[in-house]
């Protein structure tokens, strides 16, 4: 059974800073890796896919990178800003349709 | 009305009601998601479609019952349910099942709250 992790649980740091979140998972017989980002309340928005032949994904200023060998993601968040403050979750699809999703990371960027 | 929309957004129900949550996509897509997300908890897959037709069911007690009658739709009928069912029921849709380059479009939620 695919389990997901992600550390830290929260994280809050002040703007501009660069910072990365994490995510492991124990079974590296995965479809995707997707990262998403949640408002409170709200529904989940999709930032970045990996496909698992891929090593990593670029949009704006984020960056997710996929070692399948070690079970270990990224996301990397270039120049926070106030609005980059949410909850980031980490799914990870064992097979089409089926994805494990981690606790997530809420990050917080004060001005 | 673009994306995936989720009616209600929010439902207060008693143990002995009868409710549904209603799912709409307007992406054109084939496949279909419930999931559940209660607090400190990750994620819960609960039920996917495929093209009308149910190809996951995760284990979810028979009080929450899904109905998918065209590929736009998808329904979540609720009965008998328990003050634990309380939580934030999020609707997804992709384009197909298959695939490793699918992603997964994600609706507002309905806030469900059982007492």
């Known amino acids: 059974k695919q389990e997901v992790t992600q550390i830290p649980a929260a994280l809050s740091v002040p703007e501009g800073e660069n910072l990365v979140l994490n995510c492991s998972f124990t079974d590296s017989a995965i479809y995707n890796l997707q990262w998403f980002r949640q408002d409170p309340g709200k529904g989940l928005t999709s930032l970045l896919l990996i496909q698992s032949s891929q090593r990593e994904q670029t949009s704006g200023r984020l960056n997710a990178s996929l070692d399948k060998s070690s079970g270990r993601s990224t996301l990397y968040i270039a120049a926070s800003q106030p609005g980059d403050s949410a909850t980031y979750l980490c799914a990870v699809a064992s097979h089409a349709g089926k994805s494990t999703f981690g606790d997530g990371t809420t990050l917080t960027v004060k001005p | 009305e673009t994306g995936v929309t989720q009616t209600p957004r929010h439902l207060v129900m008693g143990m002995t009601n009868k409710k549904s949550l209603k799912c709409e996509q307007h992406?054109?897509?084939?496949?279909m998601y419930w999931y559940k997300q209660s607090a400190k908890k990750p994620l819960e897959l609960m039920f996917v479609y495929s093209l009308e037709e149910r190809v996951e069911n995760n284990s979810v007690p028979s009080r929450f019952s899904p109905e998918c009658p065209n590929s736009s739709h998808l329904f979540l009928h609720l009965h008998t349910l328990q003050p634990e069912d309380s939580a934030l029921y999020l609707c997804?849709?992709?384009?197909?099942?298959?695939?490793?380059?699918?992603?997964?479009?994600f609706g507002p939620g309905t806030r469900l709250l059982v007492l």
């Open positions: 997804a849709s992709s384009q197909v099942l298959a695939g490793p380059q699918e992603t997964q479009y």
């Open positions: 992406l054109g897509h084939n496949a």
